[in-house]
């Protein structure tokens, strides 16, 4: 009897150190001390069963090892709800921030580049980066053996598809498509075989300008130029529109913008000019017209085509286009 009260004690003493919350402790004191069918309890139920002179000395175990029990039961009880305080959170605490993505600054660059112009009426069309000789040099008066074509040194694909060097072809798709007026915009990639340095790389952004209409005269490109880029710079930024040449437009300007870190005066990123080359642009060739079957003694149109790189590069005082391409996070989280 003394043995198996002996190996009782020890069966609820393992079993209530095992219970890991007030819910399985509570089904340990319900197995050896319920009023029903506690193991314990039953024992002393049946004590009537013994002899007389045994009853007493075994009583007194019986109560020795539930009053242990019950002890054992109290101890994990108090452990138990100790531990569940020590996991309690404390929300006072501050938190952990999230690592937030952002836009990469070219992407930045576009999207303040297209809110300027859908403000002044431009639409926004796309044109494949897979292009023909035809659209990417031909319709833009540039044919074979051309001079100008040797400046875009190209990515042939085959014997007549490359991919685009500029995006001065999206023009042509568009007018091939619709009729004036038009008003678009054309972002996208560019590619050409440049050595890759501190301001080449073989894959650009650049984003194309035109616009269409029967009486639309130098005077609109550069209001509208000067306007953009009084919004992505600021209003003291002068314009400089410099004589120069492309073959799609009569007369082309390339522009320049008084320089964004000196304003002017000359330092190490205009070399001592103090003007900065921001893109090309001029009036429609009537040549261009007459590819796509405008009739240019009626319609009259402007172009421009700009790096976004190097608007980007001017806006953040970034020093090498490589940068924008090699995915490094301290310089990419900085914008
Ligand atoms: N496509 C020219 C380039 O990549 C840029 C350009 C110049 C675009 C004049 C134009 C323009 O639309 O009128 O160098």
Known sequence: MREKLERLRLEAKRKIDEATNEKELEAVRVEFLGRRQGKITQILRNITDLSPQDRPLVGELVNQIKRAVQEDLKRREKEISREEEEEWVDITLPGKKPLLGRLHPI??????????????????VRGPEVETEYYNFEALNMPRYHPAR??????????????????????????????????????????????????????FHQVEGLAVDKSITFSDLKGCLTYFVHQMFDKKTRLRFRPSFFPFTEPSAEVDISCIMCKGRGCRVCSGKGWLEILGAGMVDPEVFRKVNYDPEKYQGFAFGMGVERICMLK?????????FQNDLRFLSQF
């Open 107 to 124: 992407t930045q660059t576009l999207e303040e580049i297209k809110r300027i112009f859908i403000g002044l009426g431009f639409q926004v």
């Open 150 to 203: 040797d400046e875009q040194d190209s990515f042939y694909l085959d014997d007549t598809h490359l991919l685009r060097t500029q995006t001065s072809p999206v023009q042509i798709r568009v007018m091939e498509k619709k009729s004036p007026p038009i008003r678009i915009i054309a972002p996208g990639r560019c590619y050409r075989r440049d050595a890759v340095d501190a301001s080449h790389f073989p894959m």
């Open 316 to 324: 953040y005082g970034i020093d090498d286009i490589r940068l924008f």
